[in-house]
């Protein structure tokens, strides 16, 4: 059983054009996973629906509370990319499940994304890798507390 | 480095209308890896072009011959679902690589596909997979020689 | 009020895995009409679900009685692009009714098809057009019984 | 020939990563009509890229000066949404071209979009409107002047 937890982010961001812009949406994992023929094994929560910029320590403690009580070994979170790394380093006390991170740079909704990659290579990673915290981005696996995002390249690297 | 090597499948199939059928096209692959910002680490090659079902004793040993004499340690190879177990057994005898074949049953072209998802999680599984050989479909890794498509259900399964 | 019947064609064609094949499949018409916020001011009727290869006179004399028999004065018929131009032709008699023949050189569910914009094109056509029979394909309206699918050039032109 | 003039809107609204949010882009026009096919008979030159809430009575000015100096009797311009009408407005006076508007109200480059069906609708309407200013959205006709976006509805309607 693998545990999503989604707090919103680029992936799931939605045009609405009543405000002329673009807003975390519900999450299309259920739907790209069913497309992918996956209907089971997992279960679904929504914690937040946020631009990661505008997350707060309180709600990265709440991210870290719903991973910490989580019965399920294994948890893939999406979150927005620009603060993934700190969330990453918030949780990376957790010793005793597989938390792997991702999210996307361009909304899963759009006809060209890295969103479903992304959630394809999360979804291998969740399984394989051991205990510990982990940011999946440009087909890479990053160790909590190890990782930034390189602005400017647009993709994640090692520090 | 990654090698990809592609024998065709439903995963590379194009629609040509003056036939008025579907068959395998040049591969999708680096259109999907760059979409998912993957622009370098791997090198691809086409083996084949084939619906699997036509594929025969002597197209399974070139494609052991070309994994075989590969000097990546980390080989993907995307494949035809119909015979997919069967060339996984071929290669099950080599034991120095990480060999992850996988496919779709929807072609990468369709508004609505399995094949970015699977070659995501391929892209991990091969990274993070001891040495071997494996066939990663529906969410699932699977070891070659233990694997088999369930025509009916329209997935794979453990056997 | 505009009335579509659907006869099959590219326009439609699903890919089942489980015959490694394309076939014709429901029509995606209310889908692509809804996304295009059109909800209502029509009605959808099947009458066939064929490669227009393998439509017969009979099938093309079904397709004239339905014409024939509907109570809209304006039609749209989606059908398979090969023998669109033949199907017209039966139809060139009728004219109380503006009737507009499109199909597809792509199927609607690729992520790269003209189709959509082909049923665009025809919303208008059907209802600025005179009464009348027309194929409406590539961008451009040509009255029927003299038009012709050019398979060298995959486009409709005048003859 | 066919003269595209793009001003902006939703309809090229590109996600920049970087900054978070959404910004018009080049227009997807070219490459929207050559999967439809059509790779002529048409000249297309940026006005402006802005999204219509921004559009200054300058920028309408440079509009209308653009389409009157242009030597092509059936031009269509693309243009966001919210202030679409008051740009046809602008250009009623306009009585020797046939000039349609359309836009979107999800970007192009969406997975799901009425940006493509819009666009083949205009393609239809401007050669077969008599001269004159239309708006065509949501699978109607309408003439400059007596056209509103009801912002509730998010839908065009006859004022």
Redesign the interface.
């Known amino acids: 059983m693998i545990q999503i937890f989604t707090t919103g982010g680029?992936i799931d961001?939605v045009?609405f054009?009543?405000n002329?812009?673009?807003e975390v949406g519900h999450s299309l994992l259920p739907e790209?996973?069913s497309?992918?023929?996956?209907h089971e094994?997992y279960r679904l929560r929504e914690l937040l629906r946020k631009?990661s910029?505008e997350m707060t320590d309180s709600d990265r403690q709440l991210v870290l509370q719903a991973a910490r009580e989580c019965d399920c070994a294994r948890i893939v979170i999406t979150h927005g990319?620009?603060t993934m790394a700190d969330t990453a380093a918030v949780l990376a006390g957790l010793s005793d499940k597989t938390i792997v991170l991702t999210g996307a740079?361009?909304?899963a909704?759009?006809?060209?994304?890295?969103a479903?990659?992304?959630?394809?290579?999360?979804?291998?990673?969740v399984?394989?890798?051991p205990p510990g915290v982990y940011i999946?981005?440009?087909?890479e696996?990053f160790e909590a507390g190890a990782v930034r995002k390189n602005?400017h390249a647009?993709?994640f690297e090692r520090t």
């Open positions: 680029t961001k045009y054009d009543a002329s812009e673009f790209l996973l497309e992918s023929n996956i094994g631009d910029l990319t620009d740079m361009q909304p909704r759009m006809r060209r994304t890295d479903v990659f992304n959630v394809g290579f999360a979804w291998a990673a399984q394989l890798l999946v981005m440009n087909g696996v602005l647009q993709r």
